[in-house]
């Protein structure tokens, strides 16, 4: 199975900055499938990205994904205090579908 | 609106067994594969089993093959997971979600508990 290794494990950052989040694979995602999605305590997952770069519906412009074959990168690109939360990402490009072990982004 | 609603989780004993149940409503269900994913406590997301829009085709994780059983009722807009011979390691938040591949709706999630 594919394994996706995140990076960092934590981003300490202030409101207004830029993240940027790393989600490697350990072979090639076939066709970029690959998808982000956030998560805050207590809350089920919402869905970010995918295709690598599509954003999902309802997703602000500051979210932004890119990368393909091995390296991707989740971009937010000015911080909002609502963007302080966990992120996944997860491929679906080979089974068993697997996902990273997740990023915190926390408030410097 | 696109909802779903998981139930069914609780303390279980090792080797026990238990059934979630996920009601959907606010989109036609039978026209979509659903998944269940699951989240131990402070851990990440392990995607568990997948279920075709039909109910002929389903898939299962290594760690659960043999044991769990992924089904649906599309005359009622559920989906279940059939959980047996569970494991302390089995323990986690688990999540129903619509789609196959990547997943726009989350149920709210059940806790299971799996120890003695």
């Known amino acids: 199975e594919i394994v996706l290794t995140q990076s960092p494990g934590t981003l300490s950052l202030s409101p207004g900055e830029r993240a940027t989040l790393s989600c490697r694979a350990s072979?090639?995602?076939?066709?970029?499938?690959l998808a982000w999605y956030q998560q805050k305590p207590g809350q089920a997952p919402r869905l970010l990205i995918y295709?690598?770069?599509s954003r999902a519906t309802g997703i602000p412009d500051r979210f932004s994904g890119s990368g393909s074959g091995t390296d991707f990168t989740l971009t937010i690109s000015r911080l909002e205090p609502e963007d302080f939360a966990l992120y996944h990402c997860?491929?679906?490009?080979?089974?068993?579908?697997?996902f990273g072990q997740g990023t915190k982004v926390e408030i410097k | 609106e696109v909802q779903l609603v998981e139930s069914g989780g609780g303390l279980v004993q090792p080797g026990g067994s238990l059934r979630l149940s996920c009601a959907a409503s606010?989109?036609?269900?039978?026209?979509?594969?659903m998944t269940w994913v699951r989240q131990a406590p402070g851990k990440g997301l392990e995607w568990v089993s997948v279920?075709?829009?039909?109910?002929?085709?389903?898939n299962y994780a290594d760690s659960v093959k043999g044991r769990f059983t992924i089904s649906r009722d599309n005359s009622k807009n559920s989906l279940y997971l059939q959980m047996n011979s569970l494991r302390a390691e089995d323990t986690a938040v688990y999540y129903c979600?619509?789609?196959?591949?990547?997943?726009?709706?989350w149920g709210q999630g059940t806790l299971v508990t799996v120890s003695s």
């Open positions: 979600a619509r789609g196959k591949y990547y997943f726009h709706w």
């Open positions: 606010g989109f036609t269900f039978s026209s979509y594969a």
């Open positions: 279920i075709s829009d039909s109910g002929d085709n389903t």
């Open positions: 072979q090639s995602v076939s066709s970029s499938n």
């Open positions: 295709g690598a770069s």
């Open positions: 997860q491929q679906y490009g080979s089974s068993p579908w697997t």
